[in-house]
């Protein structure tokens, strides 16, 4: 028995070194193989690859061995080892990385899939031996203690370990140790446990007890075993589909974070680990009782499963981890909840059913064991590719984890009619799951896409604010959910729901400004290279200057490019541009194997909490992209300082100064909390009328101000620091590097807790004088800089004072009267503070802040429309209406402003009027709910019976389900 205990430690030990060192790996390898879709596929499909190629071996080898226990040593040795040495030796493959990038190879699939085939052969040695190991630990402890239920013990201790391994490597050697001190450390661990329970069986030599004579006889007719090997390899299938799909989902729900991930992950291990020990009395009762339980595992599968979908139908909302605040620890602990909730149910009866598949046998041995997770492990193979590569394009999330659900009742079916029941007893229980299954197809209810694209870990309104939103793209891929969303006269782009690009004015400030500026710093940009599509507008700006002959754009998700074309006019049909080519792979991976050099490289990536991307803020990829620019090169890093943390954001200012001698930040406005680094290798060169000329032929329209064009003052004024102001900030500390992602814990941490007041304190500290680029100005020009960086120090000073002194606010505004961005940034702020006391319901505040704000710009659209439902609302219809008006002729093609007359000559009782306003509003903007649901009430009121329905039935198209409409429609109906 003590060798049992020890043995159980041994295989929990080894459980939680493969799980550790899994989750190095996957961080190991992204560098190197990339982040797509299908090299994700490969890297796990490789994993899975050499488990199965391991328990092959292990059912002819466990049946002819004498010494299982040894063996089982041995192996998981000699794998601890092995996968340790892969993650050393990626560095060594270069070489080969680089051969599989060469041409056309370098943002092809092929590329991709050899790159992750190449790579995972490192780790193909280490779970080979993982798989021969397992079913050579149940030999060994059937020799000591022969039981049907060696194969539950020896799974569940073994996956629960893999738990531990799972926290250990995601929680604490990961963001503490990196990569490799990570992996040293997992690998000494092993070596010890493996050392003291071997230490603990006396002498090898001894070890030769003599086989049971269940391992002598002749090994079970395969035709008998068939039904069950398959139904195994089905439900392996079904397993990993299942975990993608809910993977992706509480990824979407919780965060697509490191700390998400792995808190997920270790549920799903967990309850693997849990239920095959839970069933393990059960199963080694006898067949009768294993087959009964390996039934009811399935159906229990499937009615958790209805009930999970008519769950997040019906209150998604539990499943959501609200965006609070609250520290790191106390929001991990609710996503612990939440994931366990979802998974750990389905996962007790997957783990469980293994188990009993292996006790169903007559001999239920180690041969019988390494068969059935040899098949296994081939349908986990099968489910990966299936949900990544064809359900989740085809059928969407929901409508695949429906499906799969549906399926799960099908699985024991094969072995349901080769068992000992009864002829009767298999047409009743096939009746049941049958039926089971057709209730889950025909009731299931779908998701709605709000639901899946909410982000609530992110925005604290998603559902009030997505009310009427209206989703005009909407598809799913292995690696992230792409939306296009129109929400009033705005189109948003998002990534698992979380903004990356928008038409509203701050995002396109940023992404005209990001293309613009390292176009006209550069005197004659050739070539440029764009990190992150997004909606196109970045890299449509870089085209706007007549120097450019190619612009290429790294971007991993084919569905963002299919999502393009909703955009164009942010970038004026750019797929159409001959100069323009997509890259379809990641911006690392184009960076390190990239062929060609460029002029520009422009980064402008998510945000570096989402895994992957923080791996574009590393010292190696800086210096490869130091490497991939031409002789007078620039790179401009975007970097947002919203949700991040001050000292983080330090590590990459450092990282940045040590690998390019010439680094400078720059700001998109005076208001703005994102930064841009342009760095180069030599120093700028800048004369602002060769700048002006460029421009001049670019062309390229301002954001605030769309009448006039991008000049050389208005990109200068956004400077706010050179390199030796940046090194005495930045000081001392560590760097950003492949192998340590603490940058990315840390930004995750900042999202969570809310984190990003101290960065306009940051500017005011820092602003230079915009006259120092360019000593060789005129001095009219200077003059100008000169005024607009202490303007900004000013507005730095202010909104880092929270909250802004509006009197100091409006004095800085009227002393630089003729600063139009000035004026309108303070027309902005005032009415934000508006809309603060209008929301407290202080009206006296209220109209006091929104008067300054059309004092400051009085064209100032946000402060006209609330000015004007301020007008409706106290009942000056008139006046309000002579504001909408004026509103029309400003936002010329706007659905809005048409849509708020037809409110206010409503209420006037212009109803006709108020029906044209609605009619041409909906024409501007057919995904209108409030506008279709209004012309419908509206068109009842003149009794346009089929003008009222025909509005209707649009609103149920637009929003299935929308309670009013559905209430209009049944009373046209009477």
């Not at 005197?523 to 449509?540: F, N, R, Y």
């Not at 942010?570 to 990641?586: M, N, W």
């Not at 807790?753 to 680029?773: I, K, N, P, V, Y």
């Not at 209406?881 to 009782?909: D, M, T």
Request: charged letters at 20%; a neutral charge; aromatic letters at 8%.
């Amino acid at each position: 028995m003590n060798q049992d205990r020890r043995l159980l430690v041994a295989l929990t030990g080894t459980g939680m070194a493969a799980l550790a060192l899994e989750v190095l790996w996957s961080r190991a390898l992204v560098p190197w193989v990339g982040g797509t879709a299908l090299s994700q596929i490969m890297t796990v499909a490789m994993y899975m690859f050499g488990l199965f190629l391991g328990s092959a071996v292990a059912v002819v080898w466990s049946k002819r061995t004498h010494r299982p226990r040894h063996w089982f040593f041995v192996a998981e040795a000699a794998a601890v080892v092995c996968s340790t040495v892969a993650v050393f030796s990626l560095p060594a493959l270069d070489p080969l990385f680089a051969l599989c990038s060469r041409g056309d190879l370098l943002a092809s699939d092929w590329g991709a899939a050899l790159r992750a085939m190449v790579g995972s052969a490192m780790i193909l040695p280490a779970t080979t031996l993982m798989g021969l190991g397992f079913p050579l630990a149940i030999a060994a402890l059937q020799r000591s203690s022969p039981s049907r239920g060696a194969a539950a013990l020896a799974y569940g201790v073994n996956t629960l370990g893999a738990t531990a391994g799972t926290c250990l490597g995601g929680f604490l050697l990961l963001p503490w140790l990196g990569v490799t001190g990570a992996a040293l450390v997992v690998l000494f661990v092993d070596l010890v446990v493996l050392g003291w329970a071997w230490r603990g069986t006396g002498s090898l030599g001894d070890q030769r007890t003599p086989r049971s004579t269940e391992e002598v006889s002749q090994d079970e007719p395969w035709l008998r075993e068939l039904p069950m090997l398959v139904a195994v390899t089905a439900g392996g299938a079904l397993a990993l589909a299942l975990e993608v799909l809910l993977f992706r989902i509480l990824g979407m729900m919780l965060g697509p974070t490191a700390r998400a991930f792995t808190v997920v992950l270790a549920s799903y291990v967990f309850g693997l680990g849990a239920g095959a020990l839970l069933v393990k009395g059960m199963v080694s009762r006898s067949v009768g009782a294993a087959r009964a339980v390996f039934l009811g595992c399935w159906m229990f599968v499937g009615l958790a499963g209805f009930l999970l979908v008519i769950v997040v139908a019906s209150r998604p909302d539990l499943l959501m981890l609200k965006s609070t605040g609250d520290s790191v620890l106390t929001q991990t602990w609710r996503r612990l909840v939440i994931a366990i909730a979802v998974l750990v149910p389905l996962t007790l009866a997957f783990g469980a059913s293994y188990s009993a598949a292996v006790a169903c046998g007559v001999r239920a041995g180690a041969a019988r064991a390494g068969r059935l997770y040899a098949g296994l492990t081939v349908g986990n193979i099968a489910g990966l590719v299936l949900a990544a590569l064809w359900m989740m394009p085809e059928f969407g999330i929901d409508g695949s984890v429906r499906g799969l659900f549906c399926v799960a009742l099908l699985i024991p079916l094969p072995v349901l009619w080769t068992g000992a029941w009864r002829a009767g007893t298999r047409v009743a229980l096939t009746g049941v799951f049958l039926a089971g299954a057709f209730v889950v197809a025909k009731f299931a209810p779908e998701w709605e896409r709000k639901t899946l694209n909410a982000a609530p870990y992110l925005y604290d309104d998603s559902a009030e604010s997505q009310q009427y939103d209206h989703f005009l793209f909407f598809e799913s891929g292995f690696e992230t959910t792409v939306a296009v969303i129109q929400r009033g006269d705005d189109r948003m782009f998002t990534l698992d729901g979380k903004t990356d690009g928008s038409t509203l004015l701050w995002d396109r400030l940023t992404q005209t400004f990001a293309g613009a500026l390292p176009a006209a710093l550069h005197p004659q940009p050739e070539s440029a290279l764009v990190i992150g599509l997004g909606t196109g507008q970045t890299a449509a700006t870089v085209l706007r200057f007549p120097s450019i002959a190619q612009v290429d754009c790294a971007e991993l998700s084919p569905l963002v490019v299919d999502a393009l074309p909703y955009f164009d006019s942010l970038h004026q049909g750019i797929l159409e541009d001959p100069r323009f080519r997509v890259l379809k792979t990641d911006g690392r991976t184009t960076l390190r194997y990239g062929h060609r050099q460029y002029d520009l490289i422009v980064s402008e990536p998510s945000n570096v909490w989402v895994p992957g991307v923080a791996h574009l803020f590393t010292q190696e990829t800086f210096e490869e992209a130091r490497g991939r620019l031409a002789d007078g090169g620039i790179l401009m890093q975007w970097l947002h300082s919203y949700n991040m943390d001050e000292e983080a954001f330090r590590t990459v200012v450092r990282t940045l100064l040590d690998v390019f001698p010439h680094v400078s930040l720059w700001t998109t406005s005076l208001s703005s909390e994102e930064a841009m680094f342009v760095s180069s290798v030599s120093p700028l060169k800048l004369d602002p009328e060769v700048m002006e000329a460029g421009l001049a032929s670019a062309k390229v329209p301002r954001v605030l101000f769309p009448d006039r064009t991008v000049n050389a003052n208005a990109l200068l004024r956004k400077f706010v620091a050179g390199t030796e102001t940046l090194k005495g900030w930045a000081g001392e500390g560590p760097r950003t590097r492949d192998a340590h992602p603490e940058l990315e814990y840390a930004a995750e941490a900042a999202m969570l807790e809310q984190r990003g007041d101290w960065f306009h304190g940051m500017l005011a500290q820092l602003r230079q004088s915009s006259s120092t680029l360019v000593p060789a100005a005129s001095m009219e020009r200077r003059e100008q800089l000169d005024r607009a960086a202490i303007v900004a120090r000013r507005i730095n000073e202010l909104m880092a004072a929270k909250p802004i002194s509006a009197p100091a606010l409006q004095h800085l505004a009227e002393e630089h009267s003729d600063d139009d961005e000035l004026r309108w940034l303070a027309a902005e702020l005032f009415r934000d503070l508006a809309a603060e006391y209008y929301g407290q319901r202080k009206q006296e505040q209220g109209d006091r802040f929104l008067g300054l704000a059309l004092e400051m710009w009085p064209r100032h659209l946000g402060a006209r429309t609330m000015n004007a439902g301020r007008l409706s609302l106290s009942g000056q219809l008139g006046a309000a209406l002579k504001e909408a008006r004026l509103l029309e002729q400003w936002k010329p093609g706007s659905a809005s402003p048409l849509l708020l007359q037809a409110e206010i000559l409503g209420a006037q009782g212009k109803v006709k009027e108020a029906v044209d306003r609605l009619e041409r509003g909906v024409q501007r903007n057919p995904y209108s709910v409030r506008g279709f649901l209004n012309l419908g009430i509206t068109a009842g009121h003149l009794r346009q019976w089929e003008k009222a329905r025909a509005a209707f039935d649009r609103v149920l198209e637009l929003d299935p389900g929308n309670a009013t409409a559905l209430a209009q429609l049944a009373a046209l109906a009477e």
